[in-house]
Nanobody
Framework: QVQLVESGGGLVQPGGSLRLSCAAS????????MGWYRQPPGKQRELVAT???????NYADSVTGRFTISRNTAKRLVYLQMNSLKPEDTAVYYC?????????WGQGIQVTVSS
């Protein structure tokens, strides 16, 4: 089993920054994809960013140039650095991992961008 726990969310003003962290525990295989989804109020969940076990990254168009996904493999952490935040970035952010045909989710963390 895999457990994912997000941290680092909160309230921030437009133009500000936050860094989300996702701590993984349990069995993590050598080949995986990890990343972040978000679900804005009243909308469907959408993919934000991914990082593969090989280090390749991918971003949604709406966050390219503002968000950066990274990882600390030794500490089993994945980060999402969010800069130049906009009100439309307000959402519950979920960490996930795909490996050996299974997807595991974190519980989600609220990010609110408002003045």
């Amino acid at each position: 089993q895999v457990q994912l726990v997000e941290s680092g969310g909160g309230l921030v003003q437009p133009g500000g920054s936050l860094r989300l962290s996702c701590a993984a525990s349990g069995t993590i295989f050598s080949i995986y994809v990890m990343g972040w989804y978000r679900q804005p109020p009243g909308k469907q969940r959408e993919l934000v960013a991914t990082i593969t076990s090989g280090g390749s990254t991918n971003y949604a168009d709406s966050v390219t140039g503002r968000f950066t996904i990274s990882r600390n493999t030794a500490k089993r952490l994945v980060y999402l650095q969010m800069n130049s935040l906009k009100p439309e970035d307000t959402a519950v952010y979920y960490c996930y991992v795909d490996m050996v045909g299974n997807r595991y989710w974190g519980q989600g963390i609220q990010v609110t961008v408002s003045s």
